[in-house]
């Protein structure tokens, strides 16, 4: 993640927290682990999870009819 990610979704979940206050929980990735949780929850009162990628999931791939 570069600074220039982390300013856009602090912007954006402050957009989402101005327009949707019945959120009450974010999903993210886990690059924005860190001070962008801990910002999410102090300023907006809004908890923010991490997901985190499994290595070995499977492929999905689309099926094309014939």
Avoid: N
């Avoid at 989402?16 to 910002?39: H, K, N, Q, S």
């Amino acid at each position: 993640m570069t600074p220039d990610d982390g300013f856009a979704a602090r912007k954006a979940l402050f957009r989402l927290r101005l327009m949707r206050p019945e959120i009450a929980i974010v999903w993210a990735d886990l690059a924005y682990a860190g001070t962008f949780v801990a910002r999410a929850k102090s300023f907006l009162h809004l908890p923010v999870k991490t997901a985190q990628r499994i290595i070995h999931a499977p492929i999905c791939r689309p099926v094309h009819a014939a």
